[in-house]
Every structure is written in structure tokens, then in C-alpha cells.
């Protein structure tokens, strides 16, 4: 295991393993109770940084436009980087882009000082770090409602990636949390 900043996947999937619709959708998510927290105040006070896929991003600034909201889709107190071979010719206030190999942008990014990692994701994003052996932790919370189909919360590869169990908690509205650590 790697020691010192940790690039970790916190991030919730339906109860039959997608993040999202097919078109990227997160509504179903958003039916939660308002009250409970599953561990997100700790989770993002432990983290400095934020990667983001191009789809993610597109989708996010889509949502928030449908919504009326023009700024402040990312926190400008951490550093949000968003994965892109072709950069938008404008981007979003706080963002900045990468198109460097996954593996030789986590390195420069864990040699410097700071918080955890936060792996918004998506799919395509966690696969190529999960292959290029950047992923340290999962942190899934598993919602029990099954959406049929959508985006996977790995993209489909051959592999085999032994997970360890670090702890389950189950939440009184059925929401269970898994933290696994990824077994090198």
C-alpha cells in the first residue's frame, strides 16, 4: 500500500452496480433523506482534491445549468482536476484540465504535500487509475434501488483487482457502506 495522500473512490451505486443512468442521471440518488449524512462531513474534510472526468464535468455543468446556476459548481478551496484529451476552450471557474497519462499525473500529484484524493469518477476515470494501480480505497455506498441499466461503476475490462473488507455499516434506511482497500 502507498503511504501518505491516498486517491480513494468515494462514491455511491445502485444496488445492481451502476453510478448513473446511461445518460449520465444521478436523480435516483438525490430520493436519500436529507438527515443523513453516511459519513461525508469526515470524508471531505479528509481530502484536499477532487478528479473529475470529462464526462462528469460535462454532465455537472449541464445539471446545475438546467438548475439555474452558473458558478460555484466546484469548491475553489480544493483543487479540481478534470481529465481530457481535448480541453474546452472555456472552462469552469476553480477547474483545471489534464491530459497527461493517468500514472505519471498521480505520481506528481501523491509527491506533494496535502490531503487525500477524492475519485469523483466516473467509470471510464476509475478504470484507467484501477489498471494503472492508482486507486488505493472504494468507499461505495450501495442504494437499494435498481435502476436497470447505466454506467458501471468500473468500466468493463478483463481484470481481476482482490479487494480487502475494512468495514460494512448498514443505515437505517437501508443504505449500506463498504469501505474495501484495493489488495496489492
Do not use: C
Amino acid at each position: 500500500m502507498k503511504t501518505g495522500r491516498k486517491i480513494i473512490v468515494y462514491i455511491a451505486t445502485s444496488a445492481d452496480g451502476y453510478i448513473a443512468r446511461p445518460d449520465g442521471d444521478v436523480e435516483w440518488l438525490n430520493r436519500r433523506p436529507p438527515t443523513v449524512d453516511y459519513g461525508m462531513q469526515a470524508f471531505y474534510a479528509s481530502i484536499d482534491t477532487i478528479l473529475w472526468g470529462r464526462k462528469t464535468y460535462d454532465w455537472l455543468l449541464d445539471y446545475y445549468k438546467d438548475k439555474g446556476r452558473k458558478s460555484g459548481m466546484f469548491d475553489r478551496k480544493l483543487a479540481n482536476y478534470v481529465f481530457s484529451r481535448r480541453p474546452p476552450k472555456r472552462k469552469a471557474p476553480g477547474v483545471e484540465f489534464v491530459s497527461e497519462p493517468v500514472k505519471a499525473f498521480a505520481q506528481r500529484l501523491r509527491a506533494t504535500s496535502g490531503k487525500h484524493i477524492w475519485m469523483m469518477g466516473g467509470g471510464e476515470l476509475i478504470a484507467s487509475f484501477l489498471d494503472a494501480g492508482e486507486i488505493d480505497k472504494f468507499d461505495i455506498h450501495l442504494i437499494p434501488t435498481f435502476i436497470g441499466e447505466g454506467i458501471p461503476l468500473v468500466a468493463p475490462r478483463h481484470r481481476d483487482v482482490p479487494l480487502r473488507l475494512r468495514s460494512a455499516r448498514k443505515y437505517s434506511d437501508g443504505v449500506v457502506r463498504l469501505r474495501y482497500d484495493v489488495d496489492r
